[in-house]
């Protein structure tokens, strides 16, 4: 057993069926699923710009703008594509691309977390589609699932964003809108992103690398447990 062990008796204190929220990126495996899948979206040439510019590079752009509008980005490059066709390919992508990827202390921590039959969701700030594929890796049901969604219109993507976005407290927001309680437990890496989904939380854990994080350096103050990115 590598994880703390008042964090293993934390958990052990919460009652079934509650609910163990998770990021992804950088939480659940290392690096970011939805630009590495944006990245072969656009090798395959899927996506594109209307000024035939480099569509990866314009998200970089808006990313470094305004990170929820960037990301928000990412899901409406895919407008006009077929969701089932998107949802094929992102399902072989995850497939190769989770497994050496995945963070071996949360991966235990998710294990303890079935153990007290806390019911583990993802709230994910890359697009669904891809989102679900990496959840169909872990075997997590994609109805325990939010990532940045678009409308669709006869089975096609379009450009139009729903609501609510799940980045920073966007992430609780969905969590509300989809009927699930407030988290008995909520682990994340990015400040940003991250922070008012483990403040929402009971138990807060924090991922970070040894050197630490601008979320980890916030741990002590909220009391949350920080795991060491392997």
Do not use: N
């Not at 994880?3 to 950088?26: H, K, M, Q, S, T």
Request: aromatic letters at 6%.
């Amino acid at each position: 057993m590598t994880l703390p062990a008042a964090l293993v008796g934390a958990v052990r204190e919460c009652e079934p069926g509650g609910i163990a929220a998770f990021d992804a990126d950088g939480t659940l495996w290392r690096e970011d699923i939805g630009e590495a899948f944006l990245r072969h979206l656009v090798s395959l040439g899927w996506v594109s710009l209307p000024d035939g510019g480099d569509p990866y590079e314009e998200y970089e752009r808006r990313v470094d703008e305004d990170k929820r509008s960037g990301y928000v980005f990412a899901a409406q490059l895919q407008a006009g594509l077929a969701v089932a066709g998107v949802q094929s390919e992102a399902d072989r992508f995850a497939s190769e691309w989770v497994p050496p990827r995945l963070i071996a202390r949360v991966t235990e921590l998710r294990a303890l977390c079935d153990r007290q039959r806390l019911q583990t969701v993802i709230v994910s700030a890359s697009p669904i589609s891809i989102v679900l594929a990496g959840a169909k890796v872990l075997q997590i049901p994609g109805s325990r699932c939010a990532g940045i969604e678009v409308e669709v219109a006869d089975g096609r993507f379009t450009d139009k964003a729903v609501e609510p976005v799940t980045y920073a407290g966007g992430k609780v927001a969905a969590l509300l809108a989809r009927g699930w309680p407030r988290p008995s437990l909520a682990c994340g890496d990015s400040a940003l992103g991250d922070a008012a989904l483990l403040a929402s939380a009971r138990i807060g854990v924090v991922v970070a690398p040894p050197s630490g994080s601008p979320l980890s350096a916030m741990a002590g103050a909220r009391g949350w447990f920080v795991l060491e990115r392997d």
